[in-house]
């Protein structure tokens, strides 16, 4: 792969292929990354805040958007036809990544900032879920929901010690938070109401991703085990271990019957980051990449390309085929 | 928390307006003042809270003793009371303590150096464990509390150790640069007991509550 680097030299704009894989060279070091819903173009967050916008027929960059005067940050927002910039004065501002127009503004929350691993929005950018410590009780947190407009749709009690990760179901109507207390915590977003909690999960949630077909929630804990909940009951299906210290990001590919996780495995000698992609039906480990560091992580819209930011100075685009299965982690039934 | 705007002047009018000197003929105005300057003094800034930290593990056993044979590490006794922001004991709280072992690992898998204690009507607390180890993404020895109470707000925070190497022996000197969070209000000094053969510690930490 070290050779590839030599596109940065030579190739600078252009796509490089090798065993299938691709690697889209970069004038500085990636941060995160999302397809478009279409699957045309890569949204590639830098670590200069820069959002670039991959055209992937030409593999050109066809646009470099970021945060304009008076921006303070940058994010990304799946499908990768969002952005969001967030103001000096905290509001955040949903961006389509082709016009550049401002899609939906959202007002700071009650405590007067956002928590920049919290932001979590619907898929049709029109509700914003945030988090922030409860000002009558230091040690409790909050969640808020709002609307484009800055309405306060609902707030509720959302545990001790803070949120681990959140996010709205693909239809928009459920929110899911995991609190640093291990609660998981469901909520109707249209009642605003609580509907549920799994209590199951002993160990902090690093990261839970929704399949995109909404009929399942997968949660990742700290001890790297990955559970799956079926989203009408809240019962678990199924729980297996991937690899050592994985942490957050985990994601579904578009079919919903691969998971891919990201995790550092560590030897007396050296840790090694990696991205694995998992078979859920079959339980074999697909393929494993070594990544540089912490990753940004976003399938194709047909699920045969895995595009990830990993900190170096390309994005790679990863070639995902069930052909390749090695191995078959420890499934443990529920 | 402390209303630190309730004055003399303004006590003496509260009770006025509503009626306290004139029904409560057995008090004096002085007697008055006096309980309310010595409710005053024995009042207490709640315990400053703290980041609950990512390796929490939820069901620890109710269990005051916390070390392992053959484990090495400073055998610690943690020991403090449960009270409230007017310095009254707190009862029925559930303490719960957890911290790394000597190497600066969590235990993920069971609960080593992890308990749950239900007070019941007892308003203190004692704990005998080890000094935490250092680790690399944290590398200042601390015990992490989550701390119940009916009728208060719960707690969670964080105590240090003035002894821990990392502190350079002046606890107080500027450490933003290493980029850490932690509460200087939450540092305590370590006492070396001389009870048997081995080397012994203790750590005296109140947990101080608001009231909800």
Redesign the interface.
């Known amino acids: 792969m070290h050779r590839l680097h030599i596109a940065a030299l030579g190739f600078a704009a252009s796509i490089l292929s090798v065993f299938g894989d691709q690697v889209l060279p970069m004038v500085t070091n990636s941060a995160d990354v999302s397809f478009s819903t279409d699957g045309k173009s890569l949204a590639v967050l830098g670590w200069d805040r820069q959002v670039r916008v991959w055209d992937l027929a030409t593999a050109h960059v066809t646009r470099t958007l970021g945060p304009e005067a008076g921006d303070a940050n940058c994010i990304l927002l799946p499908p990768g036809n969002r952005f969001a910039t967030v103001s000096t004065n905290q509001t955040l501002r949903i961006r389509d990544t082709v016009s550049g127009r401002i899609m939906s503004s959202f007002a700071p929350p009650a405590d007067g900032g956002f928590d920049w691993d919290q932001v979590v929005t619907t898929a049709d950018g029109a509700l914003l879920a945030a988090s922030c410590t409860d000002p ?5 947190s909050i969640v808020q929901v709002i609307d484009h407009a800055g309405k306060l749709r609902f707030q509720a009690p959302a545990g ?3 949120l ?1 990760q959140m996010t709205f179901s693909p239809d928009g109507e459920t929110l899911v938070a995991a609190s ?3 609660d998981i915590r469901v909520w109707d977003v249209r009642a605003g109401t609580l509907k549920h909690v799994i ?1 199951a ?4 949630t ?1 990261d839970l991703a929704y399949s995109p077909d909404g009929k399942f929630l997968a949660t990742l804990d ?2 790297s085990k990955i559970y799956l909940w079926d989203t009408r009951s809240w019962k678990l299906t199924r729980k297996f271990t991937v690899q050592p210290n994985a942490n957050r990001p985990i994601g579904f590919s578009p079919d919903g019957t691969i998971l891919v996780t990201w995790g550092v495995i560590r030897t007396k000698s050296k840790a090694e980051p990696q991205v694995i992609v998992w078979d859920i039906a079959s339980g074999r480990q697909i393929r494993a990449w070594t990544t540089e560091g912490r990753v940004g992580l976003s399938f194709s819209p047909d699920g045969r390309q895995l595009a990830v930011a990993d900190g170096s100075k390309n994005v790679k685009m990863l070639a995902v085929s069930k052909k390749g299965s090695v191995k078959r982690f420890n499934t443990v039934n529920p | 928390m402390i209303d630190k705007t309730l004055r003399r002047r303004t006590f003496l009018e509260k009770c006025i307006v509503r009626g306290l000197l004139v029904g409560a003929a057995a008090f004096s105005q002085t007697r008055l003042l006096a309980a309310w300057e010595e409710a005053q003094a024995r009042a207490m800034k709640p315990t400053t ?1 703290d ?9 620890a056993p109710n269990k005051a003793n916390l070390r392992v044979a053959r484990e090495p590490g400073l055998p610690l006794r943690i020991s403090g009371k449960i009270l409230d922001t007017r310095g009254e004991p707190v009862h029925d709280a559930r303490v719960e303590l957890w911290h790394a072992d000597q190497k600066g690992i969590y235990d ?2 069971g609960y080593r150096y992890r308990t749950k204690l239900a007070l019941d009507s007892a308003t203190d607390y004692q704990v005998e464990t080890i000094m935490p180890g250092h680790y690399a993404a944290r590398p200042v020895q601390h015990v992490h509390y ?1 701390i119940t109470a009916p009728g208060c ?5 964080q105590l240090y150790f003035a002894t821990d190497p990392f502190f350079e022996s002046d606890a107080h000197k500027d450490f933003k640069k290493y980029l850490l969070k932690f509460h200087h209000e939450s540092i305590r000094p370590v006492t070396l007991l001389d009870e048997g053969t081995l080397p012994r510690s203790a750590v005296t930490f109140d947990l101080i509550l ?1 009231k ?1």
Do not use: M, R
């Open positions: 009558a009780s230091p040690s409790s001790l010690g803070g681990a640093w207390d291990t209590e999960v002993k160990l902090e690093f700290a001890d | 809270p980041d609950l930290g990512p390796f929490y593990k939820k069901g993920l898998q989550l707000k719960p707690l969670i925070t608001e909800a």
